[in-house]
């Protein structure tokens, strides 16, 4: 990996980090739908003329079918989920679920593209779902004397939005191979819009949300997916899928940083510990761990 790609991953981390504090300040005065559609509305503006200035625009019309299904799979109903979820718990645990997403791409790929499951790739899922139902169980209170409904939903609310993740990583491989990293990018955040629009009309808060929130969203949209996707997608060019994967090692430490520094979120052992679980499982999965030799 070269210097540039580098930094390139380290700067994607930071952003992706930090838009579940985005979500976290600006969900509450938006809500999860709203707030979804101000996200993507404002990547597709930005990423709309930098595809007609690549002369591009042509594809979305060829691909529009496929494009639209990851727009609603990959971005529309995952930043619902996770906007929910942020109404209930931390940024920074949000993000730790979130990391268990390469888990769920690894099942979609091996029951729908047949990539084989060698025996380190399952010893990897085992341990990356054993921490993400350990820190849900300690999280939720389930261990404890009564349940804590509203977190529990939330970590749902995030694991259904890494299993959306997971099938539309497989789907745009299937479907979508070839296609251009920047018209996937525009694509996929100009059909999400479209996709939230009624929803977003039918949702809009009764009460303008004020400059905070405002400025969360717009940072939320122009940088956690309008640059961010540049940023992914050219890693995925330069590196390869699993390296670029690799950012997701990296997203939940900035997120809890940003949590602990600008919104007083608590780190606790339970999140240090799930959370190491989760990442060693899932760089079992992506092969980024010393395995040992045959003899």
């Known amino acids: 990996m070269r210097t540039r790609d580098g930094l390139d991953l380290v700067l994607l981390a930071a952003i992706w980090g930090a838009s579940f504090l985005f979500m976290r300040i600006a969900a509450p005065a938006f809500g999860p739908v709203a707030l979804a559609f101000v996200r993507v509305a404002g990547a597709a503006l930005m990423l709309l003329p930098l595809l007609a200035w690549r002369g591009e625009l042509g594809t979305l019309q060829k691909h529009w079918r496929p494009l639209l299904l990851v727009g609603i799979t990959n971005s529309a109903l995952p930043f ?53 139902l350990g820190l849900a169980g300690n999280k939720a209170g389930v261990r404890g004397e009564g349940i804590d409904l509203p977190v529990l939903l939330a970590i749902v609310a995030c694991l259904l939005g890494t299993l959306l993740y997971g099938f539309s990583a497989s789907f745009t491989k299937r479907r979508l191979t070839g296609v251009s990293a920047m018209t996937l990018a525009t694509g996929s955040q100009f059909a999400a819009a479209i996709a939230l629009a009624p929803l977003a009309v039918v949702t809009w808060p009764a009460a303008m949300p004020g400059a905070l929130p405002w400025g969360a969203a717009a940072a939320s949209a122009l940088l956690s997916s309008g640059l961010a996707y540049i940023l992914y997608f050219r890693l995925i060019a330069h590196v390869g899928p699993t390296n670029a994967a690799s950012v997701t090692f990296l997203i939940p430490v900035f997120a809890v940083v940003w949590g602990a520094w600008l919104l007083d979120e608590a780190i606790t052992p339970a999140m240090v510990i799930g959370g190491a679980v989760i990442v060693a499982g899932t760089a079992l999965v992506l092969g980024l761990l010393p395995r040992p030799k045959r003899a």
Do not use: Q
């Not at 209930?88 to 730790?96: K, N």
């Not at 990391?99 to 047949?114: C, D, E, N």
């Open 80 to 132: 619902i989920c996770f906007g929910y979820a942020t109404l209930s718990i931390t940024a920074g645990l949000a993000s730790i679920f979130n990391a268990a997403t390469p888990l769920t791409s690894a099942l979609f790929a091996w029951a729908w593209l047949k990539e084989p499951m060698t025996r380190w790739r399952t010893a990897g899922l085992a341990l990356g779902f054993f921490g993400v």
